[in-house]
């Protein structure tokens, strides 16, 4: 009825907190990317990357019942080791295994598949902006948007759940609106699970360039405001992490 559609049309422009995070598990050093927000620089003590003491964290992390797993870089993709940690994880037991990847060294379905067969129950992909110019501003590299692109078309191509990360920054902020509907025109909600909005945290690359890609969150709020309301129609499904989110303080309509 009209008020049962008005109230699923109103949860539309509203954004869900993302209560329960993934443990991360970060096994790269590496990236093919050199985003200017980047926050994980390549010597930090998080990054694991030996194949023994994964295998003993992912056992030590069920045995103190952690129930899902994030495995993530700097790129995650770039190390051989991949398939065999998220099959050694899927025999653990976890309840849900997440590749966070920039998609862009999935260049095939068949690789899509492979992440896949190996246990994967989902991907988080990094889409940054709506267009290719501001992409390659973003991540310091020529070509890799419709890269990332591709990857999440193989990937809805076998069923696997998409999550995509946009991580606000004051490059991209003001592009809010057209990024949603970008997406909906481009995969639309039946391809695209949940869009994660996080927010520049001022650490390695991001704390060098601050002055250039840190904006306030009074600047980002009217543009995010936009494209929740125009959210209504496009019925994409959003959420903010706890942690790198926006305060919901500064959003109390939404």
């Known amino acids: 009825n009209e008020k049962n559609g008005n109230l699923e049309r109103d949860t539309m422009s509203r954004m869900t907190v993302t209560t329960r995070p993934l443990k991360e598990l970060v096994t790269a050093k590496q990236c093919n990317q050199k985003c200017v927000f980047c926050n994980l620089r390549p010597s930090s003590a998080h990054i694991v990357e030996e194949p023994d003491k994964i295998r003993s964290l992912l056992r030590e992390w069920k045995r103190i019942g952690i129930q899902d797993i994030q495995f ?3 790129e995650a993709t770039l190390r ?3 398939k065999e940690h998220i099959s050694f994880a899927r025999k653990c037991g976890f309840k849900t295994l997440r590749l ?3 998609g862009t060294q999935i260049s095939s379905k068949a690789r899509a598949a492979e992440i896949k067969d190996a246990g994967a129950d989902d991907v988080l992909i990094s889409l940054h902006a709506n267009d290719p110019k501001m992409s390659e501003t973003l991540t310091g590299t020529s070509g ?10 193989y990937f809805a191509e076998i069923d696997v759940p998409i999550y ?3 991580v606000i920054n004051k490059i991209n902020y003001k592009c809010l609106p057209e990024y949603g509907d970008f997406i909906a025109r481009t995969f639309g909600p039946e391809k695209i699970t949940q869009i994660l909005f ?3 945290t001022p650490f390695f690359r991001a704390w060098r360039n601050k002055e250039s890609v840190v904006p306030s969150v009074a600047e980002i709020k009217p543009f995010l ?4 309301e125009n959210n209504k129609r496009a019925r994409l499904n959003v959420s903010i992490p706890d942690y ?3 305060p919901m303080c500064s959003l109390p309509q939404h």
């Open 164 to 166: 995509l990360s946009f």
């Open 225 to 228: 405001c936009e494209f929740l």
């Open 144 to 153: 890799d948007f419709p890269k990332t692109l591709k990857a999440i078309e």
């Open 72 to 74: 993530g870089g700097r």
């Open 198 to 200: 996080s927010f520049v």
């Open 80 to 82: 051989p080791e991949l």
């Open 100 to 102: 966070a990847t920039n």
């Open 244 to 246: 790198c989110g926006i």
